[in-house]
């Protein structure tokens, strides 16, 4: 069963308009947010960010947070999984032709939830590959939109050279990852880029922030260059749906993976999901 404008339907029966902006120009936002044991992680941090997208974006907010809670329970309980991941999008809404013009629309609407694979920590220790390239995504990234022409090419680039992630970095300076956010341990201190209109302020990347200061280690918001990160002690990745990450290898670069620092917060970041 998925949520389409109002409804409750089998996936097959959810049908939209040709002329749905979405469908025509990606003119719509997203969430994807994690479920664990039915207890919906950080949901009024990815509603305040999905609040944060559609102003951005013009479109009007379509529910309030207890709406949003109402449909996300009842899709839940339709699920019989452990662990779900709810993927939530809003769109412009149907225009009478395709311009690119819009007056004041009604927003689709389109809520569905999937089983949630997470690796287990045995799996993540070991880490994972990644290689850098150069982010030619637009300027806006803090908006979680639905137009990710790019981010579906750095996965096939990601998919031909058999690696787990691709990581960004423009004019020196690591950005995110295509699908998450980077940080580094170097000499006991975790960095991770600073938040600013280009990258998409991640809530696993707060939650990790927030494990790490819990556990007495330093953390610096700030500029990393990629040369810091290819002279780095540790590199991980965080998103909703790898939690925190290793990186264990970057092009023939190898680094250390799963260490004790690494374990102290992915084993703090496991108790925040049942907070
Ligand atoms: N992506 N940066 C980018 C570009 C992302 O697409 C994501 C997540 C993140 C991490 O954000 P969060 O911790 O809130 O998941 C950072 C999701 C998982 C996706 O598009 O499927």
């Not at 409804?7 to 049908?15: I, S, V």
């Not at 707060?206 to 040369?227: F, G, P, W």
Request: hydrophobic share 35%; glycine share 6%.
């Amino acid at each position: 069963m998925v949520f389409l404008n109002g409804e409750f339907l089998p996936q097959k029966d959810a049908k939209i308009s040709t002329l749905d902006r979405g469908f025509l120009f990606g003119d719509g936002v997203y969430e994807v947010i994690p479920v664990y044991n039915q207890n919906i992680f950080k949901l009024t941090e990815h509603l305040n960010r999905l609040d944060g997208s559609l102003r951005a974006t013009k479109i009007k907010n379509p529910f309030t947070g207890n709406e949003y809670k109402n449909i996300l329970t009842k899709l839940l309980k339709n699920n019989f999984a452990k662990n779900q991941t709810i993927y939530l999008q809003i769109t412009r809404g149907v225009g009478e032709s395709r311009s690119h013009n819009f007056k004041n629309l009604t927003p689709t609407i389109y809520i569905r939830v999937d089983e949630l694979k997470i690796r287990n920590k045995n799996e993540l220790v070991c880490g994972f590959k990644a290689i850098i390239t150069k982010d030619i995504r637009w300027n806006n990234c803090y908006i979680k939109s639905t137009s990710l022409l790019t981010n579906v090419l750095y996965v096939e680039m990601a998919q031909a050279n058999l690696v787990e992630e691709i990581i960004l970095e423009k004019n020196g300076i690591i950005t995110e990852g295509a699908s998450s956010n980077v940080f580094i341990l170097s000499k006991n201190t975790i960095k991770t880029p600073k938040i600013n209109g280009e990258i998409l302020a991640g809530i696993t990347r707060e939650m990790v922030i927030k494990s790490a200061i819990a556990t007495n280690l330093e953390v610096k918001e700030c500029d990393i260059k990629t040369s810091d990160l290819m002279d780095a002690d540790e590199v991980w990745i965080s998103s909703s749906t790898r939690e925190v990450m290793p990186i264990s290898q970057i092009g023939d670069k190898t680094f250390s993976s799963g260490g004790e620092v690494w374990q102290q917060v992915y084993n703090h970041f496991q108790t925040l999901k049942s907070e």
